[in-house]
């Protein structure tokens, strides 16, 4: 397969009132193929949402320097001029909040809101946005579509608000959408009827998408690779089944243990789940050496010192860990 989308040695860092700079991403890489789904993982502040709007430029004027390449079909987004990013941006590259009760205007029904989007680029005449526009609700709605259309955001749940995020996103066919924790904000159940609705969509559109989220079992047997990210950097990148399964580094170990699975409502005996030591906190990041060592229950003397670089256990799977550098 070729690559679609290619990021190299992505560098992102947020600039504090006092005029520091701060790590957000550090030399994050990987390449997503035509027709793959890649989920990125890690807790809150390991940079999964910062990775999400990196790739479309989406950066505060002031707050974020990036440095890098972001390779859409060979262009570089991080040197493409506004108009050439402004046309990608929905048409090729759709991007879904996690939050649809603030991405979504409160005061437009959400068929306009969707035809909006395709108006904007330039997607047939008014016969063929509204005929394009009821295409996609009813694949997403089905039978409800026509009054889910004709609905504000405030009248909708929040599965249903989500799913008009997701109608946005497809309503131009874009090449790549990047879900950036479109399941944070329901319930479980309700994860799993989008989590569905994402699988459909694979099926039904060869979907190309990263699938950004905290928690695992989201990504099991949906995410061809998983992507974890931890303290802004690539703690373990490969196949999903074998990340999932058989996870290599300390990180993602101990991720896997803290996490609930989705059928937590129906266990009826209480358990405590292990939790991972000490508090993520952006400030309190060791400068040098491996990012997760002060928590970490595996770590070595050399830790401290030097940062571990990416090691291939074999041709699709790595992880940063010296524990594996002899291997």
């Given at each position: ?35 793959e ?21 989406l950066?505060h004027?002031?707050?974020?320097v ?46 306009q809101q ?5 108006a ?9 946005l ?75 559109l ?15 047997k ?6 974890v ?16 399964v ?82």
């Open positions: 397969m070729a690559s679609i989308l290619e990021v190299r040695d992505l560098q992102v860092a947020y600039r504090s009132r006092e005029g520091e700079l701060r790590a957000a991403l550090n030399r994050v890489g990987f390449c997503l193929e035509s027709g789904v890649l989920g990125v993982l890690g807790e809150s502040g390991s940079g999964k949402s910062t990775l999400a709007v990196s790739l479309l430029r950066f004027r002031n707050s974020v990036a440095s890098g390449a972001v390779l859409y079909k060979g262009k570089d987004l991080l040197k493409a001029e506004s108009d050439e990013l402004q046309a990608i941006r929905g048409r090729d590259i759709s991007l879904i909040f996690q939050e649809p009760s603030a991405a979504l205007h409160p005061t437009i029904r959400v068929n969707v035809r909006r989007i395709l904007a680029h330039g997607i047939g005449d008014r016969s063929q509204d005929l394009r526009t009821n295409e996609v609700f009813d694949s997403l709605f089905g039978e409800e579509a026509a009054r889910i259309a004709r609905s504000y955001p405030h009248q909708l749940s929040g599965g249903q608000r989500q799913r008009v995020l997701i109608a946005q996103a497809i309503a131009c066919r874009p090449s790549v959408v990047v879900a950036d924790e479109p399941t944070a904000s329901l319930d479980p159940t309700t994860q799993m009827e989008i989590l569905n609705v994402f699988r459909g969509l694979r099926r039904s060869g979907l190309t998408m990263i699938f950004i989220t905290h928690n695992p079992a989201l990504l099991s949906f995410a061809d690779r998983v992507l990210l931890y303290g802004g950097r690539v703690a373990e990148l490969g196949p999903g089944g074998d990340v999932l058989s996870a290599k580094h300390p990180y993602t170990r101990a991720l896997f243990r803290s996490m609930p699975p989705l059928d937590v409502l129906h266990d009826a005996g209480k358990r405590v789940l292990p939790v991972i030591p000490r508090d993520l906190n952006m400030e309190r990041l060791p400068q040098t050496g491996c990012a997760f060592e002060p928590r970490c229950p595996e770590r070595m003397e050399i830790c401290k010192s030097k940062d571990p670089g990416l090691v291939n256990l074999s041709e699709s799977h790595t992880v940063s860990c010296f524990r594996y550098e002899t291997q």
